[in-house]
């Protein structure tokens, strides 16, 4: 039987596309006022990577939050708790 639902790096991925998305934004755009690779920003929207908690808060700034609505908790408690998973073996 195999699992179909995404893992919460793609899940953390969708959330942060959506937000690039409602706001208007191409990922060129952003990736250069972020100081980051347009290629990094595809990784981490697809799921292939996990941003820094520190990248994280810059981009739920930079939409405006909208990360942090379209996830629906609190962006810390949700990441920290995403982090402490990870070490186990999730990425």
């Known amino acids: 039987m195999t699992n179909d639902r995404p893992n919460e790096t793609q899940e953390l ?24 690779t347009a290629c990094y920003l595809s990784l981490i929207e697809n799921g292939r990577r996990v941003p820094s908690l520190c990248l994280l808060k810059r981009l739920n700034a930079h939409y405006g939050g909208a990360v942090k609505r379209l996830i629906g908790h609190d962006i810390h408690v949700w990441v920290r708790g995403f982090l402490c998973t990870s070490r186990h073996g999730l990425w």
């Open 13 to 36: 991925g969708c959330y942060l596309k959506a937000a690039r998305a409602l706001s208007g934004l191409k990922q060129n755009d952003v990736a250069g006022q972020l100081g980051i």
